[in-house]
């Protein structure tokens, strides 16, 4: 089973407005990546957040981590048509545990 | 650096068949995992590998195999091929476990 659940499943917006995802999860974890993939293409990372850590930002990227309600949130920024894409947190578990994939949420931004 | 490669991109192939998928992942990087997508199931991990040890397996039969070699690359093998193995395998590489993952743009399978 998917251990990250992101939420919407679906999102459409215009150009230049901010577009809000979120994922949960269910077990402990060290940290938790995003990830963006172009049409059925290989992923791209985009940030990580540790455990340990509340918020970060990377450019138009802004990523907050609530271990309390094991969720997450990816917030991008004047978004562009160039955003479209389905967008994946990942998350481990405790040990040598390799990444667990949500389902993901397709972005898609119109001009 | 050069990114991860992946060969072949495209492959077509019939019921029973197996299959070879190959894997390099970027120069330095000792772990390799690997990834069947597919539109019902997501993206669900098939094994890791790391220093030629297989490390983390998921939950796929036998059929569904790996190893990787000394300078890192890796390949991964199907056998007794099934329409439902049709999917994108995606390879990633990463200097650690647990660390961010670098993908390959993949191998499409299709099973005929």
């Known amino acids: 089973s998917q251990q990250g659940e992101e939420d919407p499943q679906a999102l459409s917006i215009q150009e230049g407005e901010n577009a809000t995802m979120n994922c949960s999860y269910k077990?402990?974890?060290?940290?938790l990546q995003w990830y963006r993939q172009n049409s059925g293409r290989g992923l791209v990372h985009l940030i990580l957040i540790r455990s340990n850590e509340r918020e970060k930002h990377s450019g138009r990227l802004r990523v907050t981590l609530d271990t309390s309600k094991k969720s997450s949130s990816l917030l991008i920024t004047a978004s562009r048509a160039a955003d479209t894409a389905s967008y994946f947190c990942a998350t481990d578990g405790s040990g040598y545990s390799t990444l667990t994939f949500g389902k993901g949420t397709m972005l898609l931004v119109s001009p | 650096k050069a990114g991860v490669t992946q060969t072949p991109r495209y492959l077509i192939k019939t019921r029973g068949q197996q299959v070879t998928l190959s894997c390099s992942p970027i120069s330095g990087h000792r772990s390799v995992s690997w990834y069947q997508q597919t539109p019902g199931q997501g993206l669900q991990f098939l094994f890791e590998y790391f220093s030629e040890t297989q490390r983390n397996k998921g939950n796929f039969p036998g059929r569904f195999s790996g190893r990787q070699f000394s300078n890192s690359r890796s390949e991964m093998n199907v056998s007794t091929l099934e329409l439902g193995d049709s999917a994108l395998y995606l390879c990633?590489?990463?200097?650690?476990?647990?660390?961010?993952?670098?993908f390959g743009p993949g191998t499409r399978l299709l099973v005929l």
């Open positions: 077990t402990s974890i060290n940290n």
């Open positions: 990633a590489s990463s200097l650690l476990t647990q660390e961010t993952q670098y």
